[in-house]
């Protein structure tokens, strides 16, 4: 039966039986499948699939930081008067496991200005939780690496914003940036880790982001993530930076390239559009809503349409560092508090969380879009701009009209920060 099973899901999805095996043999494939199947368990099929808790929560560890990034989310300076405790912390590192919990990325603010984070983080690692981390690595010494490692941590994703010193510093607010988070890429890609750096693109670097990527391949890192900016937080001060939708397009083509062509870091997106402009390019269909790989064989495509598109409040959440649940770390809504409420009630009863995963209730050019269900949009990028988790991304060239109503000259401007 089991044969028949692995030959079945070989020739369905065109993935190899060994493949399929040695996934079964890791921990985190089997609690990730053991998440899908609850969840189906107690919603049925869905389309997109609801699972019975995040594959991955993001956790800002701490508000405190050593930098003052021009697009910080958190606004992070100084750590918050009621962080969650070690020993809450612990506690909630002990009910995200149990609730299925496959993936607990640390973020901040800077975690590692936390002196409890290790501890922490090795008590997520012996829960058999996957354990990332990051940080805008300047910390990041070849001793601090080893800690880290000893931590458990298996990836580390470190936020580089300019191809020099230049325009990274400029971005993080702090000089001398650059040189200390190149030295801590350096420093984790010589630990071992799966190493990413992390970029924003916004019209200050987008010219850059080919040299970026040179920088990413010479330092020998695994993947390089361009992040969609989201004018919150901090972002709402430069909200007139954000790059038009046939940039943002481009971009994507690019990065698809760069992946497809193999010779260097893996080139990824957190722009749900990939998967539509994978699919208008013809080449392939990405499975999750930052894939940019190569076309995909057999029926994988078939995947998408349940596990595609945003995953905001669907496939992840945030918790920040006061114990707030939040659907995304761009999108400052609050669904509550750990202190107060379980972790999966929460996750199951939050309205604006059941209404994220309704790809029914999407408003303009996403609405009525063929690719609803392998893309809908960037969530916080429509609640950033229009106050509404369903409105429209501004970013899609479907949705050029709302990007043009948002334009004063030829730069982007807030509704709230428009005069007149």
Request: proline share 5%; net charge negative; hydrophobic share 40%.
């Amino acid at each position: 039966m089991v044969g028949l099973t692995l030959r079945r899901s070989s020739d369905l999805f065109g993935v190899s039986e060994d493949d399929i095996k040695k996934g079964l043999s890791e921990t985190v494939f089997l609690r990730g499948l053991q998440n899908v199947l609850s969840g189906i368990a107690r919603y049925g099929i869905t389309m997109p699939q609801i699972v019975n808790a995040p594959f991955m929560v993001v956790w800002d560890f701490t508000h405190r930081c050593n930098l003052r990034c021009a697009h910080c989310y958190q606004d992070a300076q100084k750590a918050l008067p009621h962080e969650l405790d070690t020993d809450e912390a612990k506690r909630l590192v002990e009910e995200l496991a149990d609730a299925g919990v496959v993936v607990i990325a640390f973020s901040g603010g800077e975690p590692l200005m936390r002196k409890d984070f290790f501890e922490v983080a090795a008590h997520a690692h012996k829960h058999d939780i996957y354990v990332a981390l990051a940080s805008n690595g300047t910390l990041i010494t070849p001793e601090m690496a080893g800690r880290i490692k000893g931590a458990g941590v298996e990836y580390v994703e470190i936020s580089v914003d300019g191809k020099d010193a230049a325009s990274h510093d400029a971005m993080r607010g702090i000089p001398g940036a650059f040189d200390r988070t190149i030295a801590g890429v350096r420093n984790s890609v010589a630990a071992g880790f799966y190493t990413c750096i992390a970029t924003t693109v916004t019209r200050a670097n987008y010219a850059e982001v080919p040299d970026i990527y040179a920088l990413a391949s010479d330092l020998g890192v695994n993947r390089l993530m361009c992040f969609n900016f989201i004018p919150t937080g901090r972002g709402v001060d430069m909200a007139g930076q954000d790059i038009s939708p046939e940039e943002r397009r481009d971009l994507m083509r690019y990065l698809m390239a760069r992946t497809r062509e193999g010779k260097g870091p893996e080139a990824l997106t957190t722009a749900p559009q990939i998967a539509a402009v994978a699919v208008a390019d013809e080449k392939g269909v990405p499975v999750g809503h930052f894939y940019a790989g190569e076309a995909i064989e057999g029926k994988t495509g078939l995947l998408a349409d349940f596990i595609g598109g945003c995953g905001a409040g669907r496939l992840y959440c945030s918790i920040e560092p006061e114990g707030n649940v939040q659907p995304c770390v761009f999108m400052p809504i609050v669904v509550g508090n750990v202190r107060d409420t379980p972790f999966l009630e929460i996750w199951h009863s939050a309205e604006v969380l059941q209404k994220l995963r309704d790809r029914s209730l999407l408003s303009g050019a996403c609405a009525d879009c063929g690719n609803k269900y392998i893309c809908g949009g960037c969530r916080a990028r429509g609640w950033a701009y229009f106050g509404d988790i369903h409105a429209p991304d501004p970013g899609c060239i479907n949705n050029r009209d709302y990007w043009e109503s948002l334009l004063v000259g030829e730069v982007p401007v807030l509704p709230s920060q428009k005069k007149g």
